[in-house]
């Protein structure tokens, strides 16, 4: 019988390294910030647990996410005294290839602890005793073949505990056609409760694709804010036709620090953007960013439409850019430079008032705007 989830780790793509990219900038963010708070609270570890960790290396060679992430914390003289590592992987002979290589390391052994291979099955046993027993920061990397063990039971567990955050791969396509076979309801009621899968079921039929897939994620983050998990962002991946979503990479944490970052790193590795703001996805077919060069009637674009937002949201207030970001933000795909560009487009149009003045590099894009500067806006805006 074919070993799908071998298979599944054996070629390299450039989804691939998006995906291990997202993972291993956020893991160093993360470790960077735990680490320090970690040492003001005299504690002296924090943890990284991947559960479909796979063999390690692709067929041409390259280090996979794992490696990846031990690698980093090698290089760093704090993370390296704190991690503790813990992977697994359900195929023995993955556990196996995975212990040699992580084994065949550069300067492991400046590691403090050893990182573990476990060899079992993901679970609600498991899941079970992570909520028992995890009692240290913990970053959690669930990456399954298809959706078999990705549980509500588990990311549970996995954003239960203070510093805990949860980074997973969620097969869109899988999901998407299980929700429609009553043979796989205990399957799809383990990820959205049962409540949650009625609703589905009787919300997405005769839906478009598109319509589809916004009911199936807000279900999957109204599921997370249950258990904790407000701060939820979702990166997409297309297929190789570039029109059909294929899979989700999904960040869930109790805290905004963590979802801010995220968001900024997943923007960041997006194939295209809109006047500079970001899709959040990897899309095949984009080769260029979105249109940058202004033309006479140039249509309104994503900046455009957040200035305005901005203007009759916040009609009559004063409040610093900093402020604005940080209580717009959440739920919506604008980084910080967005609301920047945003209100240096509103004060060159006259919509609003800044203190101090933005003066005119600050208008040409070469100068960040400072999230201390203060925007007035008008009660009624003047048309």
């Known amino acids: 019988m074919i070993n799908r989830n071998r298979d599944f780790f054996e070629e390299r793509s450039v989804r691939s390294e998006v995906k291990t990219e997202i993972v291993r900038k956020y893991f160093w963010a993360w470790a960077k910030i735990m680490v320090g ?3 003001k609270k005299g504690g002296d570890k924090i943890g990284y647990v991947d559960l479909f960790a796979g063999r390690g290396r692709y067929n041409d060679g390259s280090p996979s996410t794992p490696l990846r992430i031990l ?13 503790i590592a813990v992977f697994n992987d359900r195929d023995h002979d993955n556990a196996v290839s995975l212990k040699a290589e992580i ?3 550069p300067n492991i052994k400046l590691l403090k602890y050893e990182p573990k291979v476990r060899n079992r099955e993901i679970d609600d046993q498991l899941a079970r005793i992570l909520q028992r027993t995890a009692t240290i920061p913990i970053l959690y990397f669930l990456d399954p073949w298809g959706y078999k063990g990705l549980s509500l039971a588990l990311l549970n567990a996995a954003i239960k505990s203070w510093g805990c955050d ?3 791969f969620f097969n869109y396509n899988r999901i998407n056609a299980a929700l429609s076979n009553p043979v796989f309801t205990e ?7 049962a409540e949650g899968v009625h609703r589905l079921r009787r919300e997405l039929h005769g839906k478009e694709p598109w319509q589809r897939q916004e009911l199936i994620i807000t279900e999957l983050k109204r599921a997370l804010a249950r258990l904790g998990g407000r701060y939820s962002i979702e990166y997409c991946f297309k297929n190789d036709g570039g029109h059909k979503t294929s899979h989700f990479l999904i960040f869930t944490s109790k805290n905004v620090l963590g979802y801010n970052i995220m968001k900024q790193i997943m923007a960041g590795e997006s194939s295209s953007n809109d006047h500079g703001v970001a899709s959040f996805q990897f899309n095949p077919l984009d080769t260029t960013d979105g249109p940058e060069q202004g033309t006479l009637f140039e249509p309104p674009n994503a900046v455009d439409d957040l200035a305005s937002t901005l203007v009759k949201e916040y009609a009559g207030r004063k409040i610093t850019v900093g402020e604005i970001y940080r209580k717009h933000n959440v739920g919506r795909r604008f980084i910080l430079r967005n609301y920047q560009d945003a209100i240096k487009k509103l004060d060159a149009d006259g919509r609003v008032r800044t203190n101090p003045p933005i003066d005119k590099r600050i208008r040409a894009h070469k100068v960040t705007l400072s999230e201390t500067v203060e925007v007035t806006f008008p009660l009624v805006e003047v048309a």
Not at 187 to 193: D, Q
């Open 103 to 105: 084994g065949l390391l």
């Open 166 to 168: 949860c980074i997973f």
């Open 71 to 83: 690698e980093g914390a090698i290089r760093d003289k704090d993370i390296s005294q704190m991690l």
């Open 37 to 39: 708070q970690m040492k």
């Open 187 to 193: 399957n799809m009621n383990s990820l959205f409760g």
